[in-house]
């Protein structure tokens, strides 16, 4: 027995939450695959996903079972129920008593596990499926009467054969050529390769154009393929049509195999033209698909592709828009009144979901930006992304002179409910550049509250504005949350001579009758909620390379609030 694919699933038993008894060789003498579903009920996607496993189990219940085993203590009985009744989960649904999720210790749910007739694991993958077709492809593989030999699914669920006939390469020139034109298209043969169709705008018949195929399909290409053979000076040229999601689903040319442009989000009926070295080239219009969400239509459409030359070619490449060029790329806050904050992440919270991201508080409603590219960056590819309001555009739908600009609403705890916001640029869009910004410090020292709150009611995480200068109160400790009765919020801020935060001072907090040492934090802060009182405070050892007379005594308000110390670099 073991737990990677290939090997045999130990057996195991559990209680549904309405007393059935379920153990895994027993169903498989009936079932002809059992898939573990690990979950729990506060989990978003693990909702998200039920549905469509529903819809495909009521189909395929006769030869499959489902376990739907949660993995959270508190999920008990009487919650499961609840949790059921409310989805219309019809599969048994019970706690993960044998902890199976331990043999697939992914960090992560929901997690998916087939086990087939044989009893050997033969697929698992972390994260929810949001499609009824996905789970039936997926039970297919093992349903088959002469599936004879566990088949392994190590690349995870294997993509779908397409189900469209492609046009004949009279149907494509048909489409595609502009009139008179003479190129010759083809489709892809491949079993996996997405095919393009050929479609009519509108009754009359007034435009005939070509269509990718695959939407909705993850990991997926619709393409179609021809030659030319061009002069010095030639362009290609083509109208295209698209909506999908910003920067990820989109339109790729390829010329010789090599990416000359992409394009995406929504655009409607647009020319764009390019141009071609001397010589033969192999040219493709793909439209292809990430394995993440999809957007608008999610389709890419082609037409009145044509080979350009002399005077033809230079006026469609001079029609082309010129886009500024900057030095580098930059994203900036441009509305007036915000300002930048630094944030000491000590749990390495914010760097894990946002990068190396930058923080503001902005007033007001409206977060404005402004964005420059390098050359190194197509505005046609570049998306920009808001929280707020889930809106995406291409960045050359946002050009605003010499730089591009975009705005976005700001989410608050008293607007939203929410204590922040944050917009993106994708200059990669693997790993796009975050700004989150907060309207008020209020809503900042909410939002690190419910990332870094100590037991006490303290933040474990404390920050100040870039220029230097600290937060107005000491509410940064503390948030919303009522200071006990008694008690104070206290902050202390170590600076050099010049403002900037001195990390790694210790520093001794004294009543009458004991004293409590602390360090200054990377933003050289002290922070805490203690009984009001005077506290004395005493400097006992400051970094290397900083002096301070440690002599010096200071008492702090017994109200509570901010008190700066500068410390002296050498």
């Known amino acids: 027995m073991g737990t990677a694919l290939g090997q045999r699933c130990r057996d195991f038993t559990f209680t549904t939450y309405d007393g059935k008894t ?54 008990t009985n009487d919650v499961l129920a609840d949790y059921v009744a409310d989805m219309g989960m019809t599969f048994p649904v019970g706690r993960d008593e044998s902890d199976i999720y331990s043999d697939f210790s992914t960090g992560y749910i929901p997690v998916s596990v087939v086990v087939d007739r044989f009893g050997v694991i033969c697929f698992c993958e972390v994260g929810s499926q949001t499609s009824a077709e996905k789970f039936a492809r997926l039970f297919d593989v093992f349903l088959a009467d002469d599936y004879a030999e566990s088949v392994i699914l190590a690349d995870g669920l294997p993509p779908k054969v397409p189900d469209v006939t492609p046009a004949t390469a009279e149907e494509l020139a048909a489409a595609l050529n502009v009139e008179g034109g003479s190129l010759t298209f083809a489709n892809p043969d491949g079993e996996y390769e997405w095919p393009m169709a050929v479609y009519t705008e509108t009754d009359d018949g007034s435009r005939t154009y070509l269509q990718s195929t695959n939407a909705g399909q993850e990991n997926s290409t619709s393409y179609v393929t021809f030659q030319v053979t061009a002069q010095e000076g030639d362009a290609l040229s083509f109208d295209y049509k698209i909506s999908s999601e910003a920067g990820y689903d989109g339109i790729c040319v390829y010329v010789d195999d090599e990416v000359v442009k992409q394009l995406s989000g929504e655009r409607d009926w647009t020319t764009y033209a390019f141009a071609l070295s001397a010589g033969d080239h192999t040219i493709a219009l793909a439209y292809e698909k990430d394995e993440a969400s999809d957007s608008g239509d999610d389709t890419a459409c082609f037409d009145n592709v044509a080979l350009l030359s002399g005077d033809a070619a230079a006026d469609a490449l001079a029609a082309m828009p010129a886009y500024p060029v900057s030095s580098e790329n930059t994203f900036e806050v441009t509305t007036e009144g915000a300002k930048e904050v630094v944030i000491n992440d000590p749990l390495g919270l914010l760097e894990s979901s946002f990068g190396d991201a930058r923080y ?65 640029v994708g200059f990669d869009p693997n790993d796009p550049t975050y700004i989150v910004f907060f309207n008020s410090e209020e809503n900042l020292n909410t939002f690190l509250l419910s990332n870094f709150s100590n037991d006490d009611g303290t933040c474990a995480a404390t920050w100040r504005y870039a220029d230097g200068s600290i937060p107005g109160t000491a509410a940064v400790t503390t948030g919303t949350k009522a200071v006990p009765k008694g008690s104070s919020a206290y902050l202390l801020s170590f600076v050099d001579q010049n403002g900037d935060p001195v990390e790694g001072v210790t520093v001794n907090i004294c009543d009458d009758t004991s004293c409590t040492p602390m360090e200054s934090d990377a933003n050289g802060m002290v922070s805490f909620v ?36 500068v410390i002296t670099k050498n």
Request: charged share 20%.
């Open 360 to 424: 503001f508080i902005i007033p007001g409603e409206e977060a404005n930006f402004s964005v420059t590219l390098d050359a190194s960056c197509d505005p046609d590819n570049v998306f920009t992304g808001s929280y707020y309001d889930g809106a995406s555009l291409c960045l050359a739908d946002c050009l605003d002179g010499d730089h591009y600009t975009f705005s976005t609403g700001i989410d608050s705890m008293e607007a939203t409910g929410s204590s922040y916001c944050y917009a993106t």
């Open 22 to 75: 379920y153990s895994l060789y027993e169903t498989l003498k009936e079932k002809k695959m059992v898939l573990i579903n690990m979950w729990a009920t506060w989990c978003g996607p693990c909702q998200q996903e039920f549905p469509f496993m529903e819809e495909a189990y009521e189909s395929y219940k006769d030869q499959v079972e489902i376990f739907a085993l949660s993995c959270e203590e508190e999920d």
């Open 530 to 565: 203690y009984p009001s009182f005077a506290y004395h405070i005493q400097v006992i050892k400051v970094p290397d390379g900083y002096t301070y007379d440690t002599t010096q005594e200071s008492y702090l308000e017994e109200a509570g609030g901010v008190t700066e110390i």
